[in-house]
């Protein structure tokens, strides 16, 4: 019987790290491209937890707890954000931004 | 260190609650009392005073607070002073700037004083977790500041820029702290660095230590992480671009120093290496490109990539002497950029954006000190004596050369002589071009008292460098523990 260990978590948490900057990177929409950085903030909490868990620490887990409030605060003003370039512009594609140079 | 929370870290940590306080007052006094506009000005500057005060009365004291997650000593007070001026120059800078766009100042004046209040907790945090709090709690104000302008479609554009990478960054960051944890078992600066005392390498630990550069390397705009800098800052409102290229700039320094110098002094032959080939690419990149830019504000971006790059260059040093003159650039810094920026503000009218390098034209004949002062922070920043950009050079310098990094060093220069040519277009503009257009230009006083404490201060520390060298001495000797284990390790 295989066990699940932190390291699965560890290997869980880097499987969606990577899935999460691929997305930031080949994704063309502005709310995908911020699900995908979600996805990685939340790649971040399940590595904490694994290793708090590993380590018998707690810093790991209040670390988590930060983690979760400051995405949602970065989800609030971030959506904001899109709306209002949305209200201007129509448009949530990102090879659409350039009224400035990349 | 104490187990928990004492009563004197609430004394300790009186700059913070003050600058919290007044934070919430300027909403309120933005909402009740008539005449709004001077009134959160008012208020902001008195709290931004008092901070400042606060802080200042701190020197000298060298203790750690909150359970070890806060450090009160020499280099928190250097780089709390560094932010509280740059934010008072910045917040001088904007009332005019205010009115002609027509927003509502209040809210301004408050994320400001939130962005201030994050680079304070990034100056003092000694724990992963403070220092990344610290470093969100200004990172969120600055994304709602950029986008400020809520109608101007180049604003918006900024803001979902910065948000994007910002947020982007940060997870970058998280990861590698997360792996730096799972190595080391802690989140202190102290427990990481005695727990890597050892020496002892192995491939998480190289993992993370790249993250970590590239996270911190996003927060500083160093080339290859800088794609977002020109946009953002060309987009957002002048005073805006001003505070994030100086006061976030200053923090996210103070930060990396604390992380790399206090934290990973075990690790440093191999942090060196990464920021040895940042610093020469930052500087090369942002020199050449800045040299074909038309529109003064994103020159001023390369050009704040390319000093981001000069100043990596007290990074890699790792003395005492390299944290004291990347501690020394970093203040004359805000006093030839913030005055740079004040006179792109400053040329903004109803008719007149005033970004563009040829709205300069002229300014010589319609505002002589205005262009004089153009001139002195030009000057100060292509590194010509008497300014001060030339004695933040110099101790650039010599601490490379110290270090032996004579290589970084010849770059430095070459990249410099480079840097002139674009500093000096400017003045050019200003002189010799004399097609006038837009309305009349108008100084308000508070602007004007900006550029003057920007002008003395870019002289002064240039004639007078003694008193600045000796405080960045005393600041940069409580790194004298972390140093001399990394001069036992070389």
């Known amino acids: 019987m295989l066990e699940i260990t932190p390291l699965h978590y560890s290997l869980l948490s880097a499987a969606l790290f990577m899935i999460g900057v691929i997305g930031v990177l080949v994704r063309r929409n502005v709310i995908i491209i911020f699900m995908s950085i979600e996805l990685i903030l939340n790649a971040v909490n399940i590595n904490l937890i694994a290793l708090s868990d590993r380590l018998q620490d707690l810093a790991g887990q209040v670390f988590v707890v930060f983690v979760i409030a400051v995405a949602a605060a970065e989800a609030a003003v971030g959506l904001g954000i899109i709306i209002a370039f949305y209200r201007n512009k129509e448009t949530v594609n990102i090879d659409e931004i350039q009224i400035m140079r990349w | ?490």
């Open chain 2, 1 to 490: 260190m104490p187990a928990g929370f004492t009563v004197d870290d609430f004394y300790y940590l009186l700059p913070e609650i003050l600058l919290t306080g007044g934070a919430l007052l300027v909403l309120v006094v933005d909402i009740l009392l008539p005449r709004r506009e001077w009134a959160a000005l008012g208020m902001t500057l008195f709290t931004l005073t008092l901070t400042g005060a606060a802080v200042i009365g701190f020197t000298g004291v060298d203790t750690t607070i909150s359970a070890g997650l806060l450090a009160i000593d020499g280099f928190a007070t250097f780089f709390k002073t560094v932010v509280i001026v740059s934010a008072l120059l910045t917040v001088l800078m904007s009332p005019s700037y205010l009115r002609v766009e027509a927003v509502r100042p209040g809210e301004y004046y408050f994320l400001i004083l939130c962005a201030t209040l994050g680079m304070l907790f990034m100056a003092s945090g000694v724990d992963l977790i403070t220092l990344f709090i610290g470093l969100e709690t200004m990172a969120v104000s600055f994304y709602i500041l950029a986008g400020y302008l809520k109608p101007n479609q180049r604003s918006n554009e900024a803001s979902v820029k910065y948000f994007l990478l910002g947020a982007f960054s940060l997870g970058i960051l998280l990861y590698g702290m997360s792996l730096l944890y799972g190595e080391t078992g802690t989140t202190t600066l102290a427990g990481i660095a005695e727990a890597l005392a050892g020496g002892e390498r192995s491939l998480t630990l190289a993992l993370a230590l790249i993250l970590l550069v590239a996270g911190m390397g996003f927060k500083i705009a160093a080339v290859p992480f800088h794609m977002w800098a020109p946009d953002v800052y060309e987009g957002a409102p002048t005073p805006v671009t001003a505070y994030l290229s100086v006061g976030s700039k200053a923090a996210s320094f103070a930060m990396i120093l604390r992380i790399f110098i206090e934290g990973l002094p075990g690790l440093v032959a191999d942090w060196q290496v990464l920021f040895w080939a940042l610093a020469a690419v930052t500087m090369t990149v942002g020199n050449i490109a800045a040299l074909t830019q038309s529109n003064i504000k994103r020159m001023l971006a390369y050009s704040s990539i390319a000093h981001a790059g000069y100043i990596l260059i007290g990074v890699v040093a790792a003395t005492e002497r390299g944290v004291a003159a990347a501690m020394v650039y970093l203040w004359v810094y805000i006093f030839m950029q913030l005055g740079a920026f004040a006179v792109v503000a400053m040329l903004r009218r109803k008719d007149v954006i005033g970004d563009e390098l040829k709205d300069l034209s002229g300014l010589y004949l319609r505002k002589p000190l205005a262009a004089v002062a153009m001139l002195i922070f030009m000057l100060s920043l292509g590194g010509i004596p008497p300014t001060a950009g030339f004695m933040g050079k110099l101790w650039l310098f010599s601490a490379a050369i110290e270090s032996g990094l004579v290589w970084l060093a010849v770059i430095f220069v070459v990249n410099s002589v480079i840097s002139l040519y674009y500093y000096y277009r400017v003045v050019v503009f200003m002189w010799l071009k004399d097609e006038i257009a837009g309305s009349e230009i108008a100084v308000s006083p508070a602007m004007a008292t900006a550029l003057v404490i920007a002008v003395v201060g870019s002289l002064l520390f240039g004639v007078y460098p003694q008193v600045l060298f000796d405080h960045a001495q005393v600041a940069a000797d409580m790194f004298g523990s972390a140093v001399s284990s990394t001069a036992a390790l070389q």
